[in-house]
C-alpha cells in the first residue's frame, strides 16, 4: 500500500509539474505572439432577426502557434489578463478591427458595426480612452462604426471608474454593449446609469430554451427587461433554427451563432459581407 502511495503521489507531483510546464510554456509563447505576428481576427456576422440580414460582426481574437497549435481564446485571454499582456494585445486587436472595418467601410459593404471585446484590465490602466480615440484618429474610421463589447462584472467594478470611461467613450460616438448578460450580477438600477445602448444575452440562456423552461423564461424576461430600458438586444449562441422562432417571437432583435455563420477569417467575412448587399 505504501508503495502505491508513493507512486500515486509521484504521478500526481509529475502531473502537476506537466501543468506548471503547460502554463510557463504558453506564458513563454504569449509575450512573443504579436512580434512573431500569430495572432488574427475572425468576424461573426449579427443578423437583424426581422430582415434576416446582416447588422453588424463582432471580432474575435484567434492565435495559431506554430508550436502550439491552435489556442482558444478561453485558455489564453485569462493568461493575457493575469500577466498584463491584454494590454498590448488588446491594442492590437483594436487598431487590427479599425483598420478592417475602415477598409469594408471604403469599399462600401460594411453593414453596422464592427464591435470587439475589452477585458476589465484594460480598464484598470487607466488610459482606455485616448488609446481609442487615437486608434480611430490612425484608421480613419468614424466612431459610429465602432462598438465596445465589455462584461457585466467589468460594467459592474466602480473601483476603476469604469463609468466616467464608458460615458467618455460613449461621448465619442461609440456604441457600448454589455456582454454575457445574465451571467453575473448587475442591479437593474446601476444597468440603467451605465450609458450602454445594447445587451447581449448570454449563450447558456439560449441553448436549451427550446426544451428548458427556466432558460425559456429567462431569456423572455432578458428580452422584455431590455425592451422596457429601450436597450437594443442580441442573443447569443443561437444555433437552431427553433431558437430563431422563441426569439423572434420574444421581441429579440438581433442574433449571433452558428445558424447564421461561424466566425470567418476577414477575407470570408468580406465576401459575406459584399455578397450579402447583392
Ligand atoms: P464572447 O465574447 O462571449 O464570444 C462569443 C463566443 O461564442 C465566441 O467564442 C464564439 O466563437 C462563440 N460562438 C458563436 N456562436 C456560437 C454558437 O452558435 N454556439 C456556440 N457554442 N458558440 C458560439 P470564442 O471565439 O472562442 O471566444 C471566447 C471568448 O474569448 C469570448 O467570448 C470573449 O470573452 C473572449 N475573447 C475573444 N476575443 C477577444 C478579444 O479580442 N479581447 C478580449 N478581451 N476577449 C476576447
Ligand atoms: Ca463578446
Ligand atoms: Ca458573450
Ligand atoms: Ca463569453
Not at 154 to 164: K, P, R, Y
Not at 177 to 192: E, N, P, Q
Not at 200 to 218: G, T
Not at 229 to 256: K, P, S, Y
Request: aromatic share 8%; glycine share 8%.
Amino acid at each position: 500500500a505504501k508503495a502505491r502511495g508513493k507512486n500515486a503521489f509521484q504521478f500526481y507531483a509529475s502531473d502537476m509539474n506537466v501543468r506548471a510546464m503547460a502554463r510557463l510554456e504558453l506564458e513563454f509563447a504569449l509575450h512573443r505572439v504579436l512580434e512573431r505576428e500569430e495572432l488574427a481576427l475572425y468576424y461573426q456576422p449579427k443578423i437583424d432577426l426581422a430582415s434576416g440580414r446582416c447588422c453588424g460582426a463582432e471580432a474575435l481574437l484567434r492565435w495559431f502557434s506554430p508550436d502550439l497549435g491552435s489556442v482558444s481564446p478561453a485558455a489564453f485571454i485569462p493568461l493575457a489578463e493575469e500577466t498584463g499582456l491584454i494590454i498590448p494585445i488588446g491594442e492590437w486587436v483594436l487598431r487590427t478591427a479599425c483598420t478592417q472595418a475602415s477598409h469594408w467601410l471604403a469599399q462600401g459593404v460594411l453593414e453596422g458595426r464592427v464591435a470587439v471585446n475589452l477585458s476589465g484590465r484594460q480598464f484598470a490602466s487607466g488610459n482606455i480612452v485616448a488609446m481609442v480615440r487615437r486608434i480611430l484618429d490612425e484608421t480613419g474610421l468614424p466612431a459610429g462604426f465602432l462598438e465596445l463589447e465589455i462584461t457585466e462584472s467589468t460594467a459592474m467594478d466602480v473601483d476603476s471608474d469604469v463609468l466616467g470611461q464608458l460615458s467618455s467613450l460613449r461621448a465619442l460616438g461609440i456604441a457600448l454593449s454589455i456582454d454575457d448578460f445574465g451571467t453575473g450580477y448587475s442591479s437593474l438600477a446601476y444597468l440603467k446609469k451605465l450609458p450602454v445602448s445594447v445587451l447581449k444575452v448570454d449563450q447558456s440562456f439560449i441553448k436549451d430554451l427550446h426544451h428548458d423552461r427556466d432558460d425559456a423564461a429567462i431569456a423572455a424576461a432578458i428580452i422584455s427587461m431590455a425592451r422596457s430600458l429601450e436597450l437594443d438586444i442580441v442573443a447569443e449562441g443561437v444555433e437552431l433554427e427553433a431558437h430563431r422562432q422563441f426569439l423572434l417571437q420574444h421581441g429579440c432583435t438581433m442574433a449571433q451563432g452558428y445558424l447564421f455563420s461561424r466566425p470567418l477569417p476577414a477575407q470570408e467575412m468580406g465576401r459575406w459581407l459584399a455578397g450579402d448587399k447583392a
